[in-house]
């Protein structure tokens, strides 16, 4: 039976100490199999919501090398799957901190891309196959 009950502080203990046992990719299905009565959403928003208060939420860090050949590889393989990209390879950071650097990778595609006037709008499009090959180039 599901409870909507306030978390308790054990619990909250016990979510904390399961959630920092993985090194990738929460597995919150697992997660909840520990409490009697939680659900992996309830434990999910529970930890997000602990991380957000107690200070310790995902932090910019800058991105190494190969965690950009990385994480253009698994979007050529899953493609912009967030919550999936964040939970097998980067857990500590989020889903936005993920999507900024996919715009911020494209962007600067983009701008190295000498523009044309006379090439119609369908002809400058670029395929998102185009532009991981392009930004791997470009990261290199």
Same mark, same amino acid.
């Given at each position: ?20 046992? &993985?090194?990738? #990719? ?18 999910? /928003?529970?930890? +997000? ?5 107690? #200070?310790? $939420?995902?932090? &910019?860090?800058?991105? +190494?090398?190969? $965690? $950009? /050949? ?8 899953? #493609? ?7 939970? /097998?390879?980067?857990?500590?950071? =989020? ?6 650097? &996919? ?8 701008? $190295?891309?000498?523009?044309?006037? =006379?090439? @119609?709008?369908?002809?400058? +499009?670029? @395929?998102?196959? /185009? ?10």
């Amino acid at each position: 039976m599901v409870s909507y009950n306030k978390w308790t502080q054990a619990e909250k203990e016990l979510l904390e100490q399961l959630a920092s046992s &993985y090194h990738s #990719g929460i597995n919150w299905n697992q997660i909840a199999a520990k409490f009697v009565s939680r659900t992996p959403k309830q434990c999910y /928003d529970c930890y +997000t919501l602990m991380k957000k208060s107690s #200070g310790f $939420e995902r932090q &910019y860090i800058k991105w +190494t090398k190969q $965690e $950009e /050949d990385q994480f253009i590889e698994y979007i050529q393989k899953v #493609g912009v799957n967030w919550p999936r990209i964040q939970q /097998d390879l980067f857990p500590q950071r =989020s889903i936005s901190q993920l999507k900024n650097k &996919y715009r911020q990778s494209i962007q600067h595609l983009m701008h $190295e891309k000498p523009s044309n006037a =006379s090439v @119609s709008a369908t002809e400058t +499009t670029v @395929s998102q196959v /185009d532009i991981i090959e392009q930004l791997k180039m470009i990261l290199q």
